[in-house]
């Protein structure tokens, strides 16, 4: 679940990740300059495709990606995006934790470094 996860964002496919993420949603993020929340697919799609990764950012490549051990019954996953704007060349990283119910994920948490410059 978690690398599909990864892997709609990084393809920008808002259908597969609307797929991914239960009509229910808790969701609750942090990025540098805002908290975030949502309680369906919309609100998470509004927040990653809106205001996180915009047409404008072209994500070139998952970098790194690490599904660490489950907290109890939360799981973890890593990512790291090279990623290309019109301000240059950027790295961004993500942790996610997350609970799936029926195939779908339940409960996220998102905490996100911001875009690092990488000239």
């Known amino acids: 679940m978690g690398s599909r996860f990864v892997t709609a ?13 239960a009509h229910n949603i808790d969701f609750k993020a942090l990025t540098p300059k805002r908290f975030w929340e949502g309680a369906n697919p919309d609100d998470v799609l509004d ?15 998952v970098v790194h990606s690490d599904q660490g051990e489950d907290v ?9 995006f090279r990623i290309t704007n019109e301000d240059g060349p950027h790295l961004v990283e993500q942790q996610a934790y997350y609970a799936e119910y029926d195939d779908k994920i339940l ?13």
């Open 9 to 21: 964002i990084a393809e920008k496919d808002t259908q597969a990740l609307r797929d991914l993420l």
């Open 47 to 61: 927040a990653v495709f809106g205001h996180w990764f915009e047409e404008s950012d072209h994500i070139e490549e």
């Open 72 to 80: 109890g019954d939360i799981k973890r996953i890593g990512y790291r």
């Open 107 to 119: 409960y996220l948490r998102v905490v996100c470094s911001g875009y690092r410059r990488t000239d």
